[in-house]
């Protein structure tokens, strides 16, 4: 199969499809990979290194994607790439359609394939496509945040930490999964005072097993989540529904009752947000102002760390791929069938019940078009 991938178009994107590495695990494999010119010097990856890794180099995107049965990328397609779609083609990246109708449209219109990091479930439950670029925000949502409570860009002035004899700062975190766990590590590291929201008890109480007297959890009910955000000085909203787009728990009438400057992370973001005062930002002006309350909204946080996100996410989709590559996508479902929960649209039809739910479409069981 051909392989490509090409340079991150959306703005501040500095993370890649492909490193040197995987590019070797599909030449050795049999296939045929080719790269964008300068499409990892974002994250520190040259074009020798791919060439020396067995990657044709092509000199323009569209070569790429005209030439290749199988595209590997890291965000969403952007308009300007939507002409490239075509029937015959396999996206295989990070697609967030919940989140975007206009990107759905136009891949059903197309007939292409599109395989979707962020819905593949694997028979635990996990979601390994999303856990590292979830455990990257979950930590960077409290550096970032650390960051925009500084006076200087409109915080309220408040150290995290706190220093012998000052009051620690208050960090509220609504979802204890991947992203809510990592946000907590990293909080509670810096000494601040942490309360969890989730609405299951067992995640509840495995997170208490993990962080014991040192983290406040509390089941996430609209009464609780108001209450503690009054108190907040840092809210990192984490909450996920894979595929869906995120349930906005966090109410814009909550912002008049949390103190001036607070801060809120929505790492839930690419999904919608789940704050009503959501809105998509970019690492070049990632913030803005409501009811006093700053709102720190990136919608691709991993892409501030592009070498160790790159590396960390193309650990985890190198393996998949190449069950995709060697087998094709209707045998690579056939023989893993945990493959076909990736799978959100194909020959023209919505196969993730979750998007379509999000969009009141209709949904297709992919079993019924393979």
Avoid at 88 to 104: G, I, M, S, V, W
Avoid at 110 to 122: D, H, K, P, Q, V
Avoid at 195 to 213: E, K, M, N, Q, V
Avoid at 223 to 239: F, M, P, T, W, Y
């Amino acid at each position: 199969m051909k392989i490509g991938c090409v340079k991150e178009i959306k703005n501040r994107e500095y993370r890649v499809g492909l490193i040197p590495d995987n590019v070797k695990s599909y030449v050795n494999a049999g296939h045929q990979v080719f790269i964008e010119r300068r499409a990892g010097m974002g994250s520190g990856f040259t074009d020798q290194e791919y060439e020396k890794a067995g990657a044709v180099l092509l000199d323009s995107a569209k070569e790429v994607w005209d030439g290749v049965d199988m595209m590997v990328k890291v965000k969403e397609p952007l308009p300007e790439e939507y002409p490239y779609f075509r029937r015959d083609l396999l996206l295989y990246t990070y697609l967030h359609l919940a989140a975007d109708r206009p990107l759905t449209d136009a891949m059903l219109t197309s007939g292409m394939r599109g395989f979707a990091y962020e819905t593949l479930i694997e028979k635990d439950g996990s979601i390994p496509l999303l856990a590292p670029m979830s455990q990257i925000a979950g930590r960077l949502s409290i550096q970032e945040g650390a960051k925009y409570l500084e006076k200087t860009f409109g915080g309220s002035g408040v150290l995290l930490s706190g220093v012998p004899g000052t009051p620690k700062a208050n960090v509220v975190i609504l979802g204890g999964g991947t992203v809510g766990t990592n946000a907590c590590k990293i909080a509670v590291g810096m000494g601040a005072n942490v309360t969890i929201l989730d609405i299951s008890l067992p995640r509840l109480a495995y997170l208490d097993d993990i962080f014991g007297a040192r983290i406040q959890t509390l089941v996430s009910n609209d009464a609780n989540i108001e209450h503690s955000v009054r108190k907040a000085d840092l809210v990192i909203g984490a909450v996920l529904i894979p595929g869906k787009a995120a349930p906005k728990i966090m109410k814009e009438a909550y912002l008049k009752e949390m103190k001036p400057g607070s801060v809120i992370v929505d790492v839930a973001v690419d999904q919608g947000g789940c704050c009503e005062t959501t809105k998509v930002t970019y690492h070049d002006d990632p913030i803005y102002e409501v009811d006093g309350i700053v709102h720190y909204c990136v919608g691709n946080m991993p892409g501030a760390v592009p070498r160790t996100s790159t590396i960390a996410l193309t650990n985890a989709t190198l393996p998949y791929g190449l069950e995709l590559a060697s087998h094709g996508l209707e045998e690579a479902c056939r023989r893993n069938p945990i493959l076909v929960s990736g799978v959100n649209t194909y020959d023209g039809k919505l196969t993730c019940k979750n998007v379509a739910d999000s969009f009141g479409m209709e949904y297709t069981e992919l079993g019924a078009l393979i």
